[in-house]
């Protein structure tokens, strides 16, 4: 029992040496403001043990990411915090992105932490993406805009990237449901292009909006497979097409049977008798 005790003594002697980050969250879950640009995450810690802790590095996965620590090296029992910005830009709904904190930490050098941001959508704007085969007949396809923000928001004019394109913006509540009436000149040829939406909202990131549309090829078929004929047509193949006769092998000539030759009697010398 002594020997147990003592071996758990040095066992937590040997781990407070150690030291190590402990973050109060590796995982921040956070709802922005519609009036947001960039969204703030601040990531709080203390550092374990009796060695100091030295942050290396913040490793961003995002081009919409910054962070920074507020020092580089913190004391024993030291706190501090990770500071991280998003911008919002056109992001909807929940995002999540990571960062990475690379320091002398020996329990883990290597930490991810993570920021699960959930961004107010203001206009549901269906389908997200408008949509023609090559060669389909050339018809106008409605996009609707509904508008889910607290304040009206207008459709006041839209521009279509592709001169074949051409949109129409219709009013069917005024601030609060719109329909864009896209008409293609032709879908002879593959296009990608979108719709700027202009509106009158009062968060800048909301004011221009973009709608794509595109013109796609058909699936094409899996290589080396040929689709089934119909049976019309496999009707008409088999009238068309005489019948194989598989010749018979030649049946070889009867051979005669022929009795066997005669086998003359063994002489016996009559020395060999006595």
Not at 109 to 136: A, C, F, N
Request: charge should be positive; aromatic fraction near 6%; charged fraction near 20%.
């Amino acid at each position: 029992m002594k020997c147990l005790l003592i071996f758990i003594f040095l066992l937590g002697l040997s781990s407070a040496g150690r030291g190590g980050l402990a973050f109060d969250a590796d995982v921040v879950q956070e709802t922005a403001k519609a009036s947001e640009q960039a969204h703030k995450v601040v990531f709080r810690f203390k550092v374990v043990g009796e060695k100091p802790i030295t942050i290396k590095e913040v490793q961003l996965t995002c081009g919409c990411l910054s962070a920074a620590a507020d020092k580089t090296t913190y004391a024993p029992r030291e706190s501090g915090t990770i500071t991280a910005f998003m911008t919002l830009g056109s992001f909807e709904g929940e995002v999540t992105k990571s960062i990475y904190v690379h320091s002398d930490d020996p329990t883990g050098p290597r930490r991810q932490l993570q920021m699960k941001i959930t961004i107010p959508k203001l206009m549901e704007i269906s389908p997200d993406v408008t949509t023609w085969q090559v060669g389909d007949a050339p018809v106008p396809k409605t996009i609707s805009v509904k508008v889910l923000y607290e304040k009206p928001i207008e459709v006041t004019g839209v521009i279509s990237t592709r001169e074949k394109f051409t949109a129409e913006v219709k009013e069917i509540t005024k601030g609060r449901e719109y329909q864009i009436v896209l008409s293609p000149e032709t879908t002879a040829e593959p296009v990608l292009g979108a719709l700027r939406l202009t509106t009158t909202c009062d968060v800048p990131r909301y004011k221009n909006r973009l709608v794509f549309f595109n013109v796609v090829r058909p699936s094409a078929a899996t290589p080396g497979r040929r689709a089934p004929p119909s049976a019309a047509a496999r009707g008409t193949a088999t009238a068309n097409v005489p019948p194989v006769t598989t010749p018979r092998p030649a049946t070889p000539p009867p051979v005669a049977s022929q009795p066997p030759a005669a086998v003359p009697p063994l002489l016996v010398p009559r020395n060999r008798l006595k």
